[in-house]
Each structure stands twice: as C-alpha cells, then as structure tokens.
C-alpha cells in the first residue's frame, strides 16, 4: 500500500522513480480506464521497468470518463473552465487531504511559510464558477496565512489597488495570485513601484484579450508592476500537484511532481532535453485518480529537471493522441 507519506517524504530520483512505479502498478490494478486505455496499447505491467516506458493518459479522457482508482465517493468534484456547450473536464477526488497536503507543502517548498505573507487573488473567471480547484487552493491559503488583509478581489480593483498600496508601502510581504487579463486590467489602471509583493499569474487570458508570448506578457506585467520578475503557477483541474516559476518562466516541480516531453509527431516517444514536445505529467499525489498525464501543452524540459511552457498544440496538431481515444 502507498501512503501520503511515501509520496510526500521523496528526496530522490531514485526514490520517485521506485514509488512511481508502485503507483503505476496499483493504478493499472484499480483503475479501470487507466487499465483498458494501457490494454488498448498492448502493455504489459510486469515489463515497465522505467518512467519512459509507462503509458500517459491523454487529459482528454476526464471530459468522457470518471478517472478513479477507487470505489470510494468523491468528496469533491473539480471541474475546468469552459466557455457555453464545451465539455469541461471533471476530477473526482475520493481523498481531498492530499491536494491539501500536495498545495501546502508544495508552496512551503518555493515559498516558505505561509504566515509570512498575506495573500490577495485576483481570479474573477474563476471565482465566478463552481468547481475551481485554484479557487480551493488560494482561498485554503488565505485563510492559513493568518492575516486579515488576505482576500480575494473580483472587480473593484479600485480597492484592490489601495490595498497593494497600503501593504507594500508598509514593508508587509505580499503575494498576488491573479489570472492574466485581471493583472493586466489592473495594470491598465495604475502604474506600481512595488518594492515587498510578488506577482503570480496562473495563465490564461479566458477569451478576454488576445493571447501573448511569455515573454511579451511577463516585460508588460513587470514595467506595470515596477517589478523585476514574475512568477507563474502551473496546475490544472486534472491534477493534485503545481509546479512554479520564480521567474523566466522556467518551472520546477515538487518532489512528488515531474515532467516528460514526448514526440509531438510519436506520443510514445521523448525528446532529449531542450527540445519542444507535449509534456507528460507524473503526479503521484493523483494516486486515487491518474498520476500519468499526457497534458496537451508544449513545452521543454531541462537538464536539471525544470521545465518550460511554450503553448498549447491546436486540435490538428495532436497526431499522437488520435490513438489514445478508444
């Protein structure tokens, strides 16, 4: 059996590798989706004997099927954002402890302790819908920072921009967790020199603004915010875990997290470090759910094992996946 303590405990890659293997099994074992879709490839459990050689679920399957690798109930429902008609994804959680220890500890890995900090999130797509697994995650933070002026913002950035003001005049540590297009409203209205906050945009321009490359958006955020980098938050609906960027858009996984970049013309296939390809997601925290991703954006991973997000591959460009959907 594999406990929240083996997977949270990893300081190794030998050790994430060894307990990502277990997890494989136990997934292949209980979770009939994850088991037919490995059937449909003709794989053999007993003959995976590395991370390169075990199958990755395309992201697509939690829009038709129920992800699960348990009979217990769901104690929450997660569910990605969409615009009217599209199918939206759903993440059913049996066990919702371990997204709260995968965000704690993960953001106590890159960012220390909580209580240092207080939280403003600025996340009006989000907030405006059920089921965001981010809005769980930002509104269990704020409340363990422990400081009053820690809240959620949606459309009075008037107030907003008094706060940051107010706070970061003070010498108060801040983090700003804001969608894309809010943070650049909020730029539009006020120009900062902010000396003591870190701005964190968690992607996504949700059809409000044309859509920008990193680093165009990241010169744009920083001159807007009199900053000198910008950190950035990469999770989804599917998974448990987040990786962060503490600027140049380059991520770094927690111990339980990590990153392969297939083939984008051979799914089962991996490029050699700094080349483009689909990243793959191991995620064992997702161990009640799927811990093999194949997400549907591109990017680079890096010899030290960080990893950076080019975009997204459009419908025409995902040839490796048409096999995947059985």
Known sequence: MITASDIF???????????????????????????????????????????QQIPFLPIQFFK??????????????????GT????????????????????RKGFSQF??????????????????????????????????????????????????IKKLLELDGEGQNVILIGVTYALLDLIEKHQFNLQNTIIMETGGMKGKR????????????CKGFGVSSIHSEYGMTELLAQAYSLGEGIFECPSWMNILVRDPEDALTYVKDGKT?????????????C??????????????????VLG???????????????
């Open 111 to 160: 960012y220390g302790n909580i209580e240092d900090y207080v939280v403003l999130a600025l996340l009006p797509s989000y907030l405006e819908r059920e089921g965001s697994s981010l809005i769980y995650m930002v509104e269990d933070l704020i409340k363990l920072s422990n400081q009053p002026e820690s809240g959620f913002y949606l459309h009075n950035h008037d107030d907003l």
């Open 277 to 289: 390809g689909g990243i793959n997601v191991i995620d064992l925290a997702n161990i009640n759910s």
């Open 312 to 326: 997204r591959f459009d419908n025409s460009d995902i040839r490796g996946c048409n096999l995947m959907v059985l």
């Open 9 to 51: 405990t990893i300081s190794s890659q030998k050790q994430f590798e060894k307990i990502a293997l277990k997890v494989f099994r136990f997934q292949h074992e209980n979770n009939k989706v994850y088991r037919d879709f490995c059937d449909f490839l003709k794989v053999n459990p007993q003959q995976i004997k590395s991370l």
């Open 210 to 221: 044309k859509e920008m490359i990193r680093e165009e958006l990241h010169d744009i955020l």
């Open 84 to 103: 009217t008609g599209m199918i939206t994804s759903r993440h059913l959680v049996t066990d919702v402890s371990l997204y709260e220890e995968s965000y």
């Open 64 to 81: 038709s099927h129920e992800v699960v690798s348990n009979t217990d109930p769901a104690q929450v429902t997660f569910t990605s954002s």
């Open 291 to 308: 811990s093999f991703i194949a997400t549907q954006d591109l990017g680079k991973k890096y010899s030290n094992n960080s990893f950076e």
